[in-house]
């Protein structure tokens, strides 16, 4: 067996003292409180998950509860229940990503301001949910399948083809991780959203702001427009995205993600980039009377 490790003072690691800057598992008095403080009163805090977290925690490893170490000739604090024990140790990890929820959470709610026809900018909603269908994935879709029955030019068609695969991708990637992830949407949102699927129920990442993100970045790279024009792309992306928040509809995080994701998908379309020469079955295909 083990002997346990020693601090400086010979006090074995994991005695409690709370005066002391206390063991490296517990890091000191106050520590030992904030941690306490957090994994009790933190939303979504669950003893099940909780014990678990603690059998893979090197304290809980050693098999005995340090706090009540053994030799020492101090007064101990009675022991705790188990459940109680291994809340006291979650990672930075742990803290940083709950912490960071907590504040999505809070920010959400307090920027959500046309999430109901009595919010406090509820008469804005109706401008919001226009917006809402400016960057739905059905006038998107039919748009570029129309335009691209239209089009009579190879330089056109290439374009169009691939802004269709880009929508396609989106859909597939966004309903993936929706699947995955499944994080519910705002409580304070209210389920209206013009033809959904299945995974709309779901919140994480925004499918609006990803497909904000990637078609400006597409229609910036592949139309010649003019300044003023080219700024108002980014606007519509950028506040398309800050209305999905305003309508209840996502947490700042999805919406964020949203933007990332968008930007990047965008750079797998260029790197796929479809033409006559890397997939001509498709455009033969298309120009079949
Ligand atoms: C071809 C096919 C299956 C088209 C489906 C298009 C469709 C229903 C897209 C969903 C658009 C939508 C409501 C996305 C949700 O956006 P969030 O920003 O609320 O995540």
């Avoid at 603690?54 to 053994?70: D, N, W």
């Amino acid at each position: 067996m083990q002997s346990p490790r020693r601090n400086a003072e010979g006090r074995p690691l994991g005695t409690c003292d709370p005066s002391s800057s206390g063991s490296p598992a517990h890091g000191g008095g106050s520590r030992f409180e904030f941690q306490s403080l957090l994994s009790s009163r933190m939303p979504g805090a669950d003893p099940t998950s909780a014990r678990l977290r603690a059998s893979e925690s090197p304290v809980h490893r050693r098999g005995s509860f340090p706090l009540a170490g053994a030799g020492s000739s101090q007064a101990l604090p009675p022991q705790l229940p188990e459940e109680d024990r291994i809340d006291l140790n979650p990672s930075f990890l742990d803290i940083a990503l709950r912490s960071l929820l907590a504040i999505d959470l809070w920010l959400s709610k307090k920027l959500g301001v046309c999430a109901g026809e009595s919010s406090s900018w509820g008469s804005m909603r109706p401008l919001m949910k226009l917006l809402e269908i400016s960057g739905h994935g059905i006038p998107w879709l039919l748009g570029t399948l129309y335009c691209l029955s239209r089009s009579d030019s190879w330089a056109g068609r290439e374009v169009l083809m691939n802004l269709l695969f880009a929508l396609l991708l989106d859909l597939l990637l966004v309903s993936l991780i929706k699947g995955l992830v499944r994080r519910r949407r705002p409580a304070h949102n209210q389920m209206d959203m013009f033809f959904t699927i299945s995974v709309d129920k779901y919140s994480f990442p925004s499918g609006h702001t990803t497909r904000a993100a990637l078609v400006s970045r597409f229609i910036l790279n592949h139309l010649v427009l003019a300044i003023p024009l080219r700024v108002l792309v980014v606007l519509w992306a950028f506040i398309l995205g800050l209305s999905r928040v305003m309508l209840g509809r996502h947490n700042v995080t999805d919406v964020a993600f949203g933007f990332f994701l968008g930007y990047m998908q965008y750079s797998i379309v260029d790197y796929c980039w479809l033409s006559p020469r890397t997939a001509p079955v498709l455009f033969v295909l298309w120009n079949q009377p």
